[in-house]
């Protein structure tokens, strides 16, 4: 199976940039695509094939790739984006594979 | 609009089985394929399998082969996962959600199984 490592979590102030980072073996061969999730909220597509940004998701998101860790940034944090967020790919077998989350706190 | 409907919360207990319900408005339910994710109290998303509702083609998760079905009804539009032998740490919100390039797009609210 294809795992996924993420950071635990993150804080950044309102306004300022933050990023989370998503690695994995060979996943510079793999389309990524990043999940907001609130509190007793379903996941939200914020990112997909790494870079591409869904209609109705703010400018402020933005996704890159480099080698095998793709990365998601968060410009001029608002407190609205405070949230868990979840990369997620596929395996060799085509099978999904979510990394474990992070934890975005705007303090 | 799209949209994903899912049935209520379910109680069950362990070695019984659970069948949620999914069922798809606002677009040609055929054209996608439907994936389930289950997320524990506290825990992350677990990927559990995707099926495909033009030909009913499954692809399950290795951990859940054996426990875990996949089905549509191409006529109301209503993917549904069929989850059996259940234990306690199958407790876990059940989401569906509709696939495409690159990502999953529309989620159902979200069904609570408890064990």
């Known amino acids: 199976s294809h795992e996924l490592a993420q950071p635990p979590s993150v804080s950044v102030s309102p306004g300022q940039t933050v990023s989370i980072t998503c690695s994995g073996d060979?996943?510079?061969?793999?389309?990524v695509s990043w999940y907001q999730q609130k509190p007793n909220q379903s996941p939200l597509l914020v990112i997909y094939?790494?870079?591409k940004r869904p209609s109705g998701i703010p400018e402020r998101f933005s996704g890159s790739s480099s080698g095998n860790t793709v990365t998601l940034t968060i410009s001029g944090t608002q407190t609205m984006d405070e949230a868990d967020y979840y990369c997620?790919?596929?395996?060799?077998?085509?099978?999904?594979?979510f990394g474990p989350g992070t934890k975005v706190t705007v303090l | 609009q799209v949209q994903l409907v899912q049935s209520g919360p379910e109680v069950k207990k362990p070695g019984a089985s659970v069948k949620v319900s999914c069922k798809a408005f606002?677009?040609?339910?055929?054209?996608?394929?439907i994936t389930w994710v289950r997320q524990a109290p506290g825990q992350g998303l677990e990927w559990m399998g995707r099926?495909?509702?033009?030909?009913?083609?499954?692809h399950y998760a290795q951990k859940l082969q054996g426990r875990v079905t996949l089905t549509t009804d191409t006529s109301t539009n209503t993917a549904y996962m069929d989850l059996k032998s259940l234990k306690s740490d199958d407790t876990a919100v059940y989401y569906c959600?509709?696939?495409?390039?690159?990502?999953?797009?529309?989620w159902g609210p979200g069904t609570l199984v408890t064990v």
């Open positions: 959600a509709r696939r495409v390039v690159g990502g999953y797009d529309y």
């Open positions: 606002g677009y040609t339910f055929t054209n996608y394929y």
């Open positions: 099926i495909s509702a033009d030909n009913g083609n499954t």
């Open positions: 060979n996943l510079g061969d793999k389309y």
């Open positions: 094939q790494d870079t």
């Open positions: 997620q790919t596929w395996d060799s077998t085509s099978a999904g594979v």
